[in-house]
């Protein structure tokens, strides 16, 4: 990881569990004095130690790590809520339904924000009988490309995957309002909402 937990962190969450230095050195079978020097930064656990920290303090071994602690109240899961991570080491691409920390390559990732599409990012948006088709005049080169389109609605999240040298469009079946996402690999993600036309 590139980041290691701190004392601040093991203590904030000790005291919400209403756990004394004590109590915790117990659970993980170290001393007290250890658990002291950890949270005033005098000293660190070991790395052996950390999935057992990380579940005595009732919180994930990557969370402990980052030094987040997220809940996520999107409970029941309303796609339209979603959060994208993309790992820029590998181009990993990662959904989840709210709130969440995610690692890959060793490396926390931090959620994205979808921009309003600038003039290279345009997305359009044209209806064919029951799909939406969605373009992007985006070049689609080795060093610069869109990597996917992605399309949520309350209960559906539907993305295509593209690559350099192909085209940057992708066919989503209709189902309401919505948004769409497209990811480039230089410039992140960008957002625009759909909406039922009224008739």
């Not at 990380?54 to 994930?60: T, Y």
């Not at 799909?131 to 399309?151: L, Q, R």
């Not at 992708?170 to 759909?194: D, E």
């Amino acid at each position: 990881m590139n980041q290691y937990v701190t004392g601040a962190v093991i203590k904030k969450l000790r005291e919400r569990k209403k756990m004394t230095q004590a109590d915790l050195a117990e659970i993980l079978s170290v001393s007290d004095k250890a658990i002291s020097k950890w949270e005033t930064g005098r000293g660190y656990p070991d790395m052996t130690l950390i999935n057992s920290l990380a579940e005595a303090l009732g919180i994930s071994t990557i969370e402990l790590l980052s030094g987040n602690d997220i809940t996520n109240s999107n409970r029941s899961s309303n796609m339209l809520r979603s959060q994208l991570y993309v790992c820029p080491v590998c181009g990993n691409i990662i959904h989840s339904t709210g709130k969440a920390v995610m690692s890959c390559c060793g490396i926390v990732l931090p959620t994205l924000e979808g921009e309003d599409p600038d003039e290279e990012h345009l997305i359009q948006i044209e209806k064919i009988e029951d799909e939406h088709y969605i373009t992007i005049n985006h070049e689609m080169k080795k060093e610069h490309y869109i990597s996917f389109i992605a399309y949520a609605s309350g209960n559906i999240f539907d993305m295509v995957k593209l690559y350099p040298e192909g085209n940057a469009e992708a066919r989503f079946r209709i189902r309401g309002s919505g948004k769409i996402y497209c990811y480039c690999n230089k410039h992140g993600l960008f957002s625009c909402a759909i909406k039922p036309k009224r008739t």
